[in-house]
């Protein structure tokens, strides 16, 4: 089983085992498209992402099948309760990244014996995840110099350049040229 969090109450320690996560891909698509009468076809106006749905199958385990099951499935009520806004996720097997989501759906259990095996959707509303910040600092001693700035993100990102002058002179120029590659 994957060991995971939610706003950073482990689910093993409600006796939730998390069998998998389905994670899309990427988001579905809302795509902007106008038909005009006359013309055929549409003019496209291009898209963006939507919500991204994830769904956690797990199981949920007890020591006996009254008590315990009824006191474990309590407490993955009050985990995931929609009022609560959103959660943050981590995943063992998914370093690094932060999923924040609410529950969104329906939460039906399918009870075998002591467990009980259920599926929860997580919407979430950006549908990226968030992941530490990494910075590269560099300092130019030395000008004209090119330096090609990276993003480490699964998602393009714009860039934030802060030029500070230490020095006693002042700059009487400075360019900044922009060039990347569409795909």
């Known amino acids: 089983m994957i060991d995971a969090t939610a706003n950073g109450v482990s689910f093993r320690s409600i006796g939730l085992g998390l069998i998998k996560h389905n994670i899309p891909v990427l988001p579905p698509t809302r795509d902007y498209n106008v038909q005009l009468a006359g013309r055929d076809g549409e003019i496209d106006f291009g898209s963006d992402y939507g919500p991204r749905v994830i769904n956690l199958e797990c199981v949920v385990m007890a020591e006996d099948t009254t008590l315990d099951y009824h006191r474990r499935v309590a407490q993955v009520a009050a985990l995931f309760n929609a ?91 400075l360019t900044f040229k922009n060039e990347y590659i569409r795909e």
């Open 83 to 173: 009022k609560r806004g959103d959660i943050a996720f981590t995943f063992d097997d998914l370093p690094d990244r932060t999923y924040h989501g609410r529950y969104a759906g329906t939460m039906d259990i399918e009870k075998l014996l002591f467990d009980g095996m259920v599926t929860i959707p997580v919407k979430m509303h950006d549908p990226f995840p968030r992941a530490p910040e990494r910075i590269k600092e560099l300092t130019i001693t030395e000008s004209p110099r090119t330096i090609p700035v990276e993003s480490d993100s699964d998602v393009g990102a714009q860039p934030v350049i802060v030029l500070t002058n230490i020095g006693t002179n002042t700059i009487r120029g």
